[in-house]
């Protein structure tokens, strides 16, 4: 698992076990005994060993739990926890990653996650296989690894990395089995293929195979297309070359502002201050470096002028863009600066062909330009576009360069940087499903014609829809692309997670079932009411898509690890709403509301409390809506004490919460300007947020 945190380096403490002492804990006046049987519970939430405990409240010191860790963990003196970083964030907290081991080999994935804030435990999680049985073998050698890969890829050119001894986890469809392995990192350039093998050490068999590069899966769930009738239609240094303002023309989203470079006499797409270079992808010869990227003939785009107005340079000019546009939005909303955090350079490579190694029997290679994909292995770090065509066929597909797509696969290299979700089954589906929520926060926040569909204009409507996925209605689109997807957890459309994992079942429905996912994060943006598959009614009032893309990147980059699933992603993001906006907020309320609609959590639970007050809350009417002059009434029949507030959509506070009578209570919002607001009205732990619109 990778992450942007600050590495200790040389530095690797194992725990000890030692004894459970007594601590003194000095509370106000008196003094607490504090023992191991006051840590918290541990709640395994999956059979991968994921698990998370909450000190939220409980004043735990954090010496007492690292020097007391693994008999709170339950392991013995075969295990042991090596710090790999430590790091503390904007908010303050405190996030230190252990490694664990079973004696002295990496247990693959096994992380533990121990967060904290003024020195006191707030909340761990991780995944743990604290009973391990099992005999770690002799390894086999590196040429015995890469022997039995080639094998399996049959491909040319492959390149190794990574080979490593561990154990390793492999879900069988019943159950969870350990294995003794050896891993390598694979890649063949010539194919665009990516994996990193487990092979296990006894048997010499393949028993794991994580897909390392992320296609924007088009061609092989394309059904009869047949059918359909096509339309008519560099190394991160400082660079001396001059940034110039350009007003070029995109292939989707018209002209728009972008930056580019003075380079031999004419202009190139190269933005020297954001670090993104975009080029001319057709003459890649499949093979590349960290230091060069992709190789080849590999051209610049040029033009005399700083405008770029030709037809053909359009898709390029979309990526190019949106690169500036994703790089801008990670630095201003999540203070992220490229996809490691580190500044590194964004390169992008229009019209790849994907089929450009294979051939028909009469010797010509088909173009196949219906994908996109982010590579992020052994030091290459780019993504690569097609231009559309099918089988070197026009009509079924425009460009693959929409703003959301390249968003989705700048993300995809966010997502390999931060929690690494495995590639296969759910976690797969989570890294799709984070990858369309940032690609589509990027489209709100270049503010061109925002919508909440994936690739919208760029299959062609006879495919049955011109967007691959409608996040607002999953169910939505043309199965003939695999736009049909689930909207509730295990509901219509879920595709099955059993193994094996490979390309024909879409590697467990990673795509297909990434719908979830994106569905809690439009209903947590936007609100919305209805029921689900599971016949429970849900209502969720949206917080707008800024909080909701706080939400879900403190979800992903905090506390999710490499075999997360949908119940780990709605435990840690409560934990997320809680750093952020408190226990108490209406923001948790709505987290949990969120995914009741998409068939998580307990509704039952959720809506049992205070039920009383919630239905008074529901009933409370707001008028005259449009308001003028920021002057309007809350009519109330709470009994209890309540208040509101006032905020923008972007969740800033507009007005200070003021109390709120039973009955008429004029409000006074002179001074706001005009536009769309939320009132949120808070009475005995329970919240409502309602529109209004100030003229």
């Given at each position: 698992m990778k992450r942007t945190t600050t590495i200790i380096k040389t530095l690797a403490i194992t725990l000890s076990l030692g004894s459970a002492p007594l601590v003194l804990i000095h509370a106000q006046d008196r003094e607490t005994e504090l023992s191991i049987r006051n840590l918290p519970k541990i709640s395994t939430s999956s059979a991968m060993g994921n698990f998370y405990a909450s000190f939220n409240g409980q004043n735990i010191p954090t010496d007492f739990l690292t020097t007391n860790f693994k008999k709170w963990l339950g392991t013995d003196d075969n295990h042991t926890f090596e710090l790999v970083s430590a790091k503390t964030d904007e908010l303050g907290f405190k996030h230190t990653v252990f490694q664990h081991y079973f004696k002295n080999v990496k247990v693959a994935?096994?992380?533990?996650?121990?967060?904290?804030?003024?020195?006191?435990?707030?909340?761990?999680?991780?995944?743990?296989?604290?009973?391990?049985?099992?005999?770690?073998?002799?390894?086999?050698?590196?040429?015995?690894?890469?022997?039995?890969?080639?094998?399996?890829?049959?491909?040319?050119?492959?390149?190794?990395?990574?080979?490593?001894?561990?154990?390793?986890?492999?879900?069988?469809?019943?159950?969870?089995?350990?294995?003794?392995?050896?891993?390598?990192?694979?890649?063949?350039?010539?194919?665009?293929?990516?994996?990193m093998y487990y092979i296990d050490n006894g048997t010499k068999q393949i028993v794991k195979k994580?897909?390392?590069?992320?296609?924007?899966?088009?061609?092989?769930?394309?059904?009869?297309?047949?059918?359909?009738?096509?339309?008519?239609?560099?190394?991160?240094?400082?660079?001396?070359?001059?940034?110039?303002?350009?007003?070029?023309?995109?292939?989707?989203?018209?002209?728009?502002?972008?930056?580019?470079?003075?380079?031999?006499?004419?202009?190139?797409?190269?933005?020297?201050?954001?670090?993104?270079?975009?080029?001319?992808?057709?003459?890649?010869?499949?093979?590349?470096?960290?230091?060069?990227?992709?190789?080849?003939?590999?051209?610049?785009?040029?033009?005399?002028?700083?405008?770029?107005?030709?037809?053909?340079?359009?898709?390029?000019?979309?990526?190019?863009?949106?690169?500036?546009?994703?790089?801008?939005?990670?630095?201003?909303?999540?203070?992220r600066n490229s996809y490691d955090g580190s500044g590194s350079i964004i390169r992008n490579y229009y019209n790849i062909n994907f089929n450009r190694n294979t051939t028909t029997g009469a010797g010509q290679t088909p173009i196949d330009g219906t994908n996109a994909a982010a590579i992020d292995q052994q030091g290459i770090v780019a993504m690569v576009y097609g231009s559309g065509l099918y089988q070197g066929q026009a009509g079924y597909f425009g460009p693959i360069v929409g703003i959301d797509v390249a968003g989705h696969e700048y993300s995809h290299l966010m997502v390999s940087r931060t929690a690494n979700l495995a590639y296969q089954a759910e976690s797969g589906a989570l890294n799709e499903s984070f990858a369309d929520m940032f690609g589509t926060a990027i489209e709100f926040y270049s503010n061109v014609n925002p919508n909440w569909t994936i690739a919208e204009g760029i299959p062609n409507p006879g495919l049955g829809a011109n967007y691959f996925r409608n996040m607002a209605n999953p169910n939505a689109g043309s199965n003939q692309i695999g736009g049909q997807q689930p909207d509730t957890y295990q509901g219509t459309n879920w595709a099955s997670t059993a193994p094996p994992y490979n390309q024909n079942n879409d590697h467990g429905g990673v795509h297909k079932n990434s719908g979830v996912g994106n569905y809690w994060f439009?209903?947590?943006?936007?609100?919305?009411?209805?029921?689900?598959?599971?016949?429970?009614?849900?209502?969720?009032?949206?917080?707008?898509?800024?909080?909701?893309?706080?939400?879900?990147?403190?979800?992903?980059?905090?506390?999710?690890?490499?075999?997360?699933?949908?119940?780990?992603?709605?435990?840690?993001?409560?934990?997320?709403?809680?750093?952020?906006?408190?226990?108490?907020?209406?923001?948790?309320?709505?987290?949990?509301?969120?995914?009741?609609?998409?068939?998580?959590?307990?509704?039952?639970?959720?809506?049992?409390?205070?039920?009383?007050?919630?239905?008074?809350?529901?009933n409370i009417k707001i008028y005259p809506n449009p308001a003028t002059s920021g002057q309007f009434t809350i009519e109330s029949n709470i009994k209890g004490a309540a208040d509101y507030e006032i905020y923008d959509l972007s969740g800033k506070l507009i007005k200070p919460a003021e109390k709120l009578e039973k009955g008429i209570n004029k409000v006074n919002g002179s001074g706001i300007q005009s536009g769309v607001y939320l009132v949120k009205i808070n009475a005995e732990g329970n919240t409502v947020s309602k529109k209004i619109v100030i003229k």
């Amino acid at each position: 698992m990778k992450r942007t945190t600050t590495i200790i380096k040389t530095l690797a403490i194992t725990l000890s076990l030692g004894s459970a002492p007594l601590v003194l804990i000095h509370a106000q006046d008196r003094e607490t005994e504090l023992s191991i049987r006051n840590l918290p519970k541990i709640s395994t939430s999956s059979a991968m060993g994921n698990f998370y405990a909450s000190f939220n409240g409980q004043n735990i010191p954090t010496d007492f739990l690292t020097t007391n860790f693994k008999k709170w963990l339950g392991t013995d003196d075969n295990h042991t926890f090596e710090l790999v970083s430590a790091k503390t964030d904007e908010l303050g907290f405190k996030h230190t990653v252990f490694q664990h081991y079973f004696k002295n080999v990496k247990v693959a994935d096994e992380l533990i996650l121990v967060h904290e804030k003024d020195g006191k435990v707030t909340y761990v999680n991780g995944e743990l296989t604290p009973d391990i049985k099992l005999t770690v073998q002799q390894p086999l050698t590196q040429a015995q690894v890469e022997s039995i890969v080639n094998a399996d890829l049959r491909t040319p050119d492959i390149t190794f990395a990574d080979f490593e001894q561990v154990i390793t986890k492999v879900y069988a469809g019943k159950g969870v089995e350990l294995h003794s392995v050896s891993q390598i990192d694979a890649l063949s350039l010539k194919t665009l293929q990516g994996y990193m093998y487990y092979i296990d050490n006894g048997t010499k068999q393949i028993v794991k195979k994580l897909e390392k590069i992320h296609h924007h899966n088009i061609t092989p769930v394309i059904n009869n297309i047949s059918t359909v009738k096509p339309s008519a239609g560099i190394t991160s240094v400082v660079s001396p070359f001059l940034d110039t303002s350009s007003t070029s023309a995109t292939y989707y989203k018209g002209n728009q502002q972008i930056t580019v470079d003075s380079y031999n006499g004419a202009f190139r797409l190269k933005d020297n201050a954001r670090n993104v270079h975009t080029l001319d992808g057709t003459g890649w010869d499949g093979n590349g470096s960290a230091a060069s990227g992709l190789t080849g003939t590999i051209n610049e785009y040029s033009s005399s002028t700083a405008n770029y107005t030709a037809a053909a340079t359009k898709p390029a000019v979309e990526v190019h863009w949106a690169m500036e546009k994703a790089h801008d939005y990670y630095v201003n909303r999540h203070n992220r600066n490229s996809y490691d955090g580190s500044g590194s350079i964004i390169r992008n490579y229009y019209n790849i062909n994907f089929n450009r190694n294979t051939t028909t029997g009469a010797g010509q290679t088909p173009i196949d330009g219906t994908n996109a994909a982010a590579i992020d292995q052994q030091g290459i770090v780019a993504m690569v576009y097609g231009s559309g065509l099918y089988q070197g066929q026009a009509g079924y597909f425009g460009p693959i360069v929409g703003i959301d797509v390249a968003g989705h696969e700048y993300s995809h290299l966010m997502v390999s940087r931060t929690a690494n979700l495995a590639y296969q089954a759910e976690s797969g589906a989570l890294n799709e499903s984070f990858a369309d929520m940032f690609g589509t926060a990027i489209e709100f926040y270049s503010n061109v014609n925002p919508n909440w569909t994936i690739a919208e204009g760029i299959p062609n409507p006879g495919l049955g829809a011109n967007y691959f996925r409608n996040m607002a209605n999953p169910n939505a689109g043309s199965n003939q692309i695999g736009g049909q997807q689930p909207d509730t957890y295990q509901g219509t459309n879920w595709a099955s997670t059993a193994p094996p994992y490979n390309q024909n079942n879409d590697h467990g429905g990673v795509h297909k079932n990434s719908g979830v996912g994106n569905y809690w994060f439009y209903l947590l943006s936007q609100g919305g009411s209805g029921t689900n598959d599971n016949g429970t009614a849900f209502n969720v009032t949206g917080l707008t898509i800024q909080k909701a893309e706080k939400i879900a990147f403190r979800t992903l980059t905090t506390y999710l690890t490499a075999n997360s699933g949908y119940i780990n992603a709605y435990d840690q993001s409560k934990q997320a709403a809680i750093d952020l906006y408190g226990a108490n907020s209406n923001e948790l309320q709505q987290v949990e509301n969120a995914w009741c609609a998409v068939g998580i959590g307990n509704c039952a639970k959720l809506l049992a409390v205070n039920e009383i007050a919630k239905s008074e809350l529901q009933n409370i009417k707001i008028y005259p809506n449009p308001a003028t002059s920021g002057q309007f009434t809350i009519e109330s029949n709470i009994k209890g004490a309540a208040d509101y507030e006032i905020y923008d959509l972007s969740g800033k506070l507009i007005k200070p919460a003021e109390k709120l009578e039973k009955g008429i209570n004029k409000v006074n919002g002179s001074g706001i300007q005009s536009g769309v607001y939320l009132v949120k009205i808070n009475a005995e732990g329970n919240t409502v947020s309602k529109k209004i619109v100030i003229k």
